[in-house]
């Protein structure tokens, strides 16, 4: 595609866009002055669907005039309300039924996961994350290998890129995991990585982390709804994300996870147990002995978490109707005219350069794209959001930006980029 730096041929690609309507589909929070805001930080918190307020009003109706017979009454009956997410993440994630399950938050399905899957003895006890992980994910692996007894220094190997590179070559994450060899015991990795932006080659890591006989894991927190995934034919072991970021289902909503179908029916293995996770015919028998579900629903503890769960349903519905290839389509466009703009803007003679440490390889990135800006300093994260830009800011120099295929335009990609030229 030939591309131009002009407002019209943005304005273009706008008119050409199959996903156009979606925006329509979600709150755009506004300035003081009314207008609407680019916001570039749906990799932080997505948008409000604007059905989720009635889907909610919805539940708090049963719940005013039926009680807790709206368990098994209404529309949704909410003893089994969690079954109405299933279908739906597992195309998302590129999964069986049979293998995923929406429930708790995010750090807690860590935890879980890691009761059944991080198994260490006194010979395979090492955990690979990359360097840099999510404080959250650094927090959760630390306290699992101390609550085995372990030392974090010794149990927990962290890989770094090269000096003067920016992110992970895959070939040297393979070489990681070979030269731990028979002393690994699981591969815990996001699948994009929250500060560069780096997506990884899950399926190969998985591949390379069972020839060692180890457990591959993913953090999904800023890969689900962003990049096409198909958890279940890379032979991905467990995964677990929020639903709050590319997924618009509300801060501190509820969480997905996804457990190989390989898994389905070993109930030898250890699990931290609770009622939701118990053969469902039989939970309110209330009888003594944990029976386990099939699948990834053996792994609930606790019954449903209603309201998040209805905002989440509003959400995948727009994700099953856009279609996670429409999205994906969009995106590589988006990112090709956002690069090319950069490349634009390097040319000129502005106050600094942008540097985009993301892979620019397809296969390597999703919508977030992480920019330094050397010698600016927060003094440009200030006026961009003074001028009604939502960016987000690492120290020192690191604007994070998320051009979100189902809502944000070329035209603010393209108003972005003439924004930095005023600064
Ligand atoms: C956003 C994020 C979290 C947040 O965890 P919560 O339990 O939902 O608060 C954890 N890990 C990663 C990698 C994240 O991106």
């Known amino acids: 595609m030939l591309l131009e730096n002009s407002l019209t041929f943005a304005q273009t690609l706008d008119e050409q866009d199959e996903l156009q309507l979606f925006r329509s589909y979600f709150h755009i929070p506004k300035t003081k002055s009314g207008d609407e805001v680019i916001y570039f930080t749906g990799n932080s918190l997505g948008l409000q669907p604007v059905t989720a307020k009635s889907a909610i009003l919805e539940e708090l109706e049963n719940w005013a005039n039926l009680g807790g017979e709206a368990h098994f009454e209404g529309r949704n009956p909410w003893f089994t309300y969690h079954k109405l997410l299933t279908d739906a993440t597992a195309r998302l ?144 072991d467990f995964a677990t994300w929020c639903t709050y970021k590319y997924l618009n289902s509300g801060a501190g909503g509820t969480s997905g996870v996804f457990i190989h179908e390989k898994y389905a029916d070993n109930f030898d293995l250890p699990r931290f147990a609770g009622w939701w996770g118990h053969d469902e015919g039989e939970r309110f028998l209330m009888k003594k002995g944990f029976k386990p579900m099939r699948g990834a629903e053996g792994w609930q503890l606790s019954n449903a978490q209603i309201l998040p769960m209805t905002v989440h349903r509003e959400s995948l519905k727009i994700f099953d109707q856009a279609g996670m290839n429409r999205i994906w389509a969009k995106h590589l466009k988006m990112n090709h005219f956002f690069y090319f703009l950069v490349d634009e803007f390097n040319k000129g003679n502005h106050k600094f350069k942008i540097q985009i440490i993301t892979p620019l390889d397809e296969k390597e990135s999703g919508c977030q794209l992480s920019l330094v800006v050397k010698g600016v300093g927060k003094q440009l994260y200030n006026f961009l959001m003074s001028k009604g830009v939502s960016v987000g800011w690492r120290e020192p120099e690191v604007i994070r930006i998320a051009p979100v295929p189902l809502y944000n335009t070329f035209e603010e990609i393209y108003q972005f980029i003439e924004l930095l030229k005023q600064f």
């Open 93 to 236: 994630v590129g999964a069986k039924p049979i293998e995923v399950v929406v429930m708790n938050t995010l750090t807690v399905n860590l935890h879980l996961l890691m009761v059944s899957f991080y198994r260490p003895t006194a010979k395979r006890f090492k955990i690979l994350m990359e360097g840099g992980a999510f404080p959250s994910d650094q927090y959760a692996v630390e306290s699992q290998v101390k609550f085995h007894g372990l030392h974090p220094e010794y149990a927990i190997e962290e890989i770094f890129p090269r000096p003067n590179e920016t992110y992970l070559r895959t070939e040297d994450i393979t070489k990681k995991i070979k030269d731990l060899g028979e002393e690994l015991a699981l591969v815990l990795f996001g699948g994009v990585n929250y500060y560069t932006g780096q997506a990884f080659d899950m399926q190969t890591i998985s591949s390379v982390t069972h020839e060692v006989g180890a457990i591959a894991g993913f953090d999904l927190a800023h890969a689900v709804g962003n990049i096409p995934l198909q958890l279940h034919e890379w032979g991905v």
